[in-house]
C-alpha cells in the first residue's frame, strides 16, 4: 500500500499537493473558529452522582451564575468613593439581564476594600440578557470608577468572565508559543540539513498538520465538548510528530540518493522504508492516546480522539504529502555522505556494551531517583493562582484573600434534592446533615419549585462520601466541586487500570509485529515507563513542591492539576514509542542483514542516533512553547513532555536500551515457534534489503529461528 500511495505521489505531485492545501486552509479557515466553542470544564466524570446533580440542576435552567467585584482604596468609607460607587452600581442594576447586586460589603479585616456581588439572568437568549454579555457590560461599567479617582483599583472576575479570560489564555499562549518557536525549529532544521529546501519540508508538512488538525478540533466541538487545554496540546503534537516524521522521512531519502538509479525510486524506497517505520511509530502513539477513551471524563476522551486523530493524520501527510513534495523538489536535496562505521553514537554504544550491567544500575537508579516525587503527588481541581498573576481572576482572588478571607472557598458540597424548598422532610435532611463530623453548615437554597439545594460547608477528607451515606424520602445528589474531585479520584483509581491494559496491550502487539521477537516489546515498556515516572516526579518537584518553580514565573501550588499526570503520561509514553520504533527499525535492519547481536545494536544507534537526537531537540523547543505561557497545567504539561523527550533520546535510547539489549543478546530476537505464522501475518517491519539479500546474509535457518523466530526475514 506504501508502495501504491507513493507511486501515485510521485506520478501526480501537483494533485496531491493541491488536495492537501485545500485541507490545510480549509482547516485554518474554519477551524480557528473553536476558539469560540472551547469549555473549561475538565473535571466532570460522566455517569457519576456529582454528575447527576448537575443534570438535575441543569434540567430546571440551572443556577444563577454570578460575578464579583473588589474596590480597594486607602480609605474605602471615603463619601466621594462611596458616592461614585453607588452611581455605577445604579447603572448596573438598570442593566437587562442582572437581577440582584449584594453590597457594598467593607472589609472588617482591612477595611480597605469594598465587595460586590452581581447575580445574573440564567435564561439569556439575547444580546442584550446573555449573560456572559451582561457580565461584560457590568464589569466594563465598574472599570470606569478609577478614571475618576486614580487611586481606586477595581477587580472584577467570576462566572462567565473567568471562563472568557481562561479561553483568552489559551488563545494568547497559543500564538505566543507559535511565533517564537516557529523559528527556532526551522534554524535547527536548517543546521540539521544543511539547506533550506530539505530543512522546509518538514515545516510544510507541519503546517499542514496543523491547519488539519484545527479543522478536526472545530469538527468534534460539534459533536463533543472541546477543552481550552486541547488546543495547545494537539497543535504541539501535531507540529512535533509532523517534523519527527518528516525529519525522518528526508534523512532516509538523502541516503536513498546515494544508490537510487532516479528520483522516483528514491522516493519510493524511503517511503516502503522510513515510512513503514512512521506508520508504525504513528501507531503505537495513536494506541498510547486512544487509551484516554477509556475514562468517562468528556475533557479526556476528547484529547484522546483528537490526539489519535492528529497523529494519523500526521503520518498520512508524511507518506503521501511529503513523496509528492519530494517528488517536485528532491532533486535540490543533496544525497547525504556515507556515515561512519565507528561515529560517536556507535562509541557511546560500545562503551555501554563494555559495562552493560553497571550503566544498567546506573541508569535505572537515576530514573527512579527523578520518579521518586511523584509518589507523593497530590491531585486537584485547582484554583485561580493557575492563572498569570495579572489575570482578573487571580487577582480577585488573591483581594479575596486578603480582605475577605471567610469568603475564600474552603471545602463542602451541594446536596441537590428533588423536592420544595419547604418540604418538612428536606428541613429533616438539613438537621441530619449539620450534626455529621467536619459540617460547619448547611444553607437552604432554592432553584425551582421542585428542586432544591443544601450549600453545605465543612472540611474533612470524607465529607462527599459522609454526605452520601445520609438517606432521603426523594432523589438526593451530591455535587460540587469536592464532590467531583472525588469522583475523578475513584475514576482513576477504577478505570486507569483497564486504561494501561489497553495501550500496553496495543504496543506489546504492534511492536511484535514490527520486530517479530517477544522480548523487546516488553522491554520497551519497562523502559519508557521509567522515564514516563521520572518526568512525572519532576513536576511533582517543580509545580506542587515549588522547586524552581520561579525559573519559569511559577509557583508551588501544593498540588498538580488533575489533567496533567493522565494527560502527559499519554502523550509521553506515545512519543518514548515513537523513537523506540526509529532505532529498533535500523537494529532490526543491520540483524537482518547479518550483523550480530553486539554490531546490529552499536550500528542502529549509529544510523539513528542523529535523527532522534535532532527530532528530540526540536521536539523539546516546540514543547518549551508551553513554557512561555501563562497557564500553570500547560505549563506542567509541557515540562513533563520536555523532560521525558530529553530523557528519552539520552538516557533511554542511549543508555538503558544499549545495556539491555546487549545483556539480552540474541535473545532480543526471542519468538517462539507457535506464533511464527502470526508474526508472518501482521508484519510491518523495514529494511531496505532485498529478501534475496538477506536471505544470503542471514545465518542458519535453525540459527535464525532462536533468534529472529523464521527464516526468511519477511522485509519490504
Known amino acids: 500500500m506504501l508502495r501504491a500511495s507513493s507511486g501515485f505521489a510521485v506520478r501526480r505531485p501537483v494533485l496531491v499537493l493541491l488536495l492537501w492545501s485545500a485541507v490545510t486552509v480549509a482547516g485554518f479557515g474554519f477551524g480557528v473558529g473553536v476558539f469560540d466553542r472551547l469549555v473549561g470544564d475538565t473535571e466532570t466524570v460522566q455517569g457519576s452522582e456529582s454528575y447527576r446533580a448537575a443534570q438535575l440542576l441543569e434540567a430546571t435552567g440551572g443556577r444563577p451564575e454570578s460575578i464579583a467585584a473588589i474596590v480597594t482604596a486607602p480609605q474605602a468609607n471615603d463619601p466621594t468613593l462611596r458616592a461614585e460607587l453607588e452611581r455605577a452600581v445604579a447603572d448596573v442594576r438598570s442593566m437587562p439581564g442582572v437581577t440582584a447586586i449584594a453590597g457594598p460589603q467593607l472589609s472588617t479585616t482591612t477595611g480597605q476594600a469594598l ?26 461599567r465598574l472599570h470606569r470608577i478609577p478614571a475618576e479617582l486614580p487611586e481606586v483599583q477595581v477587580t472584577v472576575g467570576g462566572g462567565p468572565l473567568q471562563g472568557h479570560e481562561t479561553t483568552a489564555q489559551a488563545q494568547r499562549d497559543v500564538i505566543k508559543a507559535e511565533v517564537l518557536t516557529t523559528p527556532l525549529v526551522l534554524i535547527l532544521l536548517l543546521l540539521v540539513f544543511a539547506g533550506i529546501v530539505a530543512a522546509g519540508l518538514p515545516l510544510l508538512v507541519a503546517g499542514a498538520g496543523v491547519g488539519a488538525t484545527f479543522g478536526l478540533l472545530y469538527t468534534f466541538s460539534a459533536i463533543t465538548d472541546v477543552s481550552l487545554y486541547a488546543i495547545q496540546t494537539t497543535t504541539t503534537l501535531a507540529v512535533g510528530l509532523a517534523v519527527d516524521y518528516a525529519l525522518l522521512m528526508v534523512s532516509r531519502f538523502r541516503e536513498e540518493r546515494r544508490t537510487a538509479t532516479d528520483l522516483p525510486s528514491a522516493i519510493i524506497s524511503t517511503t516502503a522504508t522510513a515510512g513503514r517505520t512512521v506508520m508504525c511509530s504513528g501507531l503505537t502513539v495513536a494506541v498510547a492516546l486512544a487509551g484516554l477513551l477509556v475514562f468517562p471524563n468528556p475533557f479526556l476522551r476528547s484529547m484522546g480522539l483528537a490526539g489519535a486523530t492528529v497523529v494519523a493524520v500526521d503520518a498520512l501527510a508524511a507518506v503521501t504529502l511529503l513523496p509528492a513534495l519530494l517528488a517536485l523538489t528532491g532533486r535540490r536535496i543533496a544525497a547525504a555522505r556515507p556515515r561512519p562505521d565507528r561515529g560517536v553514537f556507535a562509541a557511546v554504544a560500545r562503551f555501554v556494551q563494555r559495562r552493560p550491567a553497571v550503566v544498567l544500575a546506573a541508569t535505572t537508579g537515576l530514573l527512579l531517583l527523578l520518579a521518586a516525587p511523584a509518589l507523593g503527588m497530590t491531585i486537584s481541581q485547582g484554583d485561580p493562582q493557575m ?46 446533615i449539620t450534626t455529621l463530623p467536619g459540617i460547619t453548615g448547611a444553607d437552604i437554597q432554592p432553584v425551582s419549585a421542585a428542586v432544591t439545594v443544601l450549600d453545605v460547608s465543612g472540611t474533612g477528607a470524607d465529607l462527599v462520601a459522609a454526605l452520601r451515606e445520609v438517606d432521603a424520602p426523594f432523589d438526593v445528589a451530591v455535587g460540587g466541586s469536592t464532590a467531583q474531585l472525588a469522583d475523578y479520584r475513584a475514576m482513576l483509581t477504577d478505570r486507569l487500570p483497564w486504561a494501561v491494559a489497553l495501550v500496553v496491550a496495543g504496543t506489546l502487539l504492534l511492536l511484535f509485529a514490527f520486530t517479530g521477537s517477544v522480548v523487546l516489546p516488553i522491554k520497551a515498556v519497562l523502559t519508557n515507563t521509567l522515564s514516563i515516572g521520572a518526568a512525572l516526579g519532576v513536576v511533582v518537584w517543580v509545580f506542587q513542591d515549588g522547586h524552581l518553580a520561579g525559573l519559569l514565573r511559577d509557583q508551588g501550588l501544593g498540588y498538580v492539576h488533575l489533567t496533567v499526570p493522565v494527560l502527559a503520561g499519554a502523550i509521553a509514553f506515545g512519543l518514548a514509542m515513537d523513537y523506540e520504533v526509529f532505532l529498533l ?8 542483514a547479518g550483523a550480530g547481536p553486539h554490531e546490529s545494536v552499536a550500528d542502529g544507534l549509529q544510523r539513528t542516533g542523529g535523527t532522534i537526537t535532532a527530532a528530540a531537540l526540536i521536539l523539546g523547543v516546540v514543547f518549551a512553547g508551553f513554557l ?29 536500551v544499549p545495556a539491555t539489549m546487549t545483556l539480552l543478546g540474541r535473545r532480543n530476537w526471542w519468538l517462539p515457534r507457535p506464533l511464527h505464522q502470526l508474526h508472518t501475518r501482521l508484519s510491518v517491519n523495514e529494511s531496505s534489503i532485498p529478501a534475496a539479500d538477506v536471505t544470503a546474509a542471514a545465518p542458519s535457518p535453525h540459527h535464525r529461528s532462536l533468534n529472529t523466530g523464521h527464516s526468511q526475514g519477511n522485509v519490504s
Open 585 to 592: 527499525a535500523r537494529i532490526r535492519e543491520r540483524w537482518l
Open 628 to 656: 512561555i505561557g501563562g497557564f500553570t497545567p500547560i505549563k506542567a504539561v509541557g515540562l513533563g513532555l520536555l523532560i521525558a523527550v530529553a530523557l528519552d533520546a539520552t538516557v533511554v535510547r542511549m543508555l538503558l
Open 115 to 140: 465587595l460586590l456581588r452581581i447575580t445574573l439572568a440564567t435564561d439569556g437568549g439575547t444580546p442584550t440578557t446573555d449573560p456572559a454579555d451582561v457580565a461584560e457590560a457590568a464589569a466594563a
Open 387 to 432: 492563572m498569570p498573576p495579572g489575570s482578573q481572576t487571580r487577582q480577585l482572588w488573591e483581594q479575596l484573600g486578603t480582605h475577605f478571607p471567610d469568603r475564600v472557598h474552603s471545602g463542602g458540597a451541594e446536596v441537590v434534592a428533588a423536592t420544595s424548598a419547604d418540604d418538612p422532610a428536606l428541613l429533616r435532611l438539613r438537621d441530619t
